[in-house]
Structure formats: structure tokens, C-alpha cells
């Protein structure tokens, strides 16, 4: 399984930018986008299951939207209203029965 993930870049605090991360596998149980701040650990942001339920961390309720395209196979990540703390290298991530799958990172980094 491979994971292809895109659309990391530099905004302005109360911008927006929007992550997708497309698979070459059959659909996964759930996949998700995790990021890490230099000299912390990789914290999930956002998943989504087969059956559509979404999950959030705290801080980016409100403002983050995990979404997917089946047919595309990919997942969306659309940040708004993001701020400087939201800076990190952000990993798609996918779950399947026989294990667990990486992206490679994209970096968003927002100024104040």
C-alpha cells in the first residue's frame, strides 16, 4: 500500500490549505492525518472510517474537515481558520487488517 499525500504549504494565520492523500490499495478501514511539531511526538489530527464516522483532536475541532473520495481514493484534510500552532509535518496514515501504512509528510507552516 501506498500513500501519497500533497498540498502542505505557507499561509498566513486565518488561512486555509487543504491535504490529500490518495492510495493505490482497496479502501482501508480508517485512514487519517497525524502531524508533528518539531521536538514532539506524532499526534493524530483526524481519521475517518469505512462507514464515514470521522474523529477529531480537540484543537482542530471546528476548523479542520477530514473527508474521502472513494472513487478517488483518497482522503482530504481541509484546515481553516489555521493558526500558527498548526505548523507541523502533517502524515497521512492508513489502517488496514494487516497493518499500518505511511505517508510521506507534507509540511504546513503558518506565520502570525
Known amino acids: 500500500v501506498q500513500l501519497q499525500a500533497s498540498g502542505g504549504g505557507l499561509v498566513q494565520a486565518g488561512g486555509s490549505l487543504r491535504l490529500s492523500c490518495t492510495t493505490n490499495g482497496a479502501w482501508i478501514r480508517e485512514m487519517g492525518w497525524y502531524r508533528q511539531a518539531p521536538g514532539t511526538e506524532r499526534v493524530l489530527v483526524a481519521s475517518i472510517v469505512r462507514d464515514g464516522t470521522t474523529n477529531y483532536e480537540d484543537s482542530v475541532k471546528g476548523r479542520f474537515t477530514i473527508s474521502r473520495d472513494d472513487a478517488q481514493k483518497t482522503i482530504y484534510l481541509q484546515m481553516d481558520r489555521l493558526l500558527p500552532e498548526d505548523t507541523a509535518v502533517y502524515f497521512c496514515?492508513?489502517?488496514?487488517?494487516?497493518?499500518?501504512?505511511w505517508g510521506q509528510g507534507t509540511l504546513v507552516t503558518v506565520s502570525s
Open positions: 496514515h492508513a489502517q488496514r487488517a494487516d497493518g499500518s501504512y
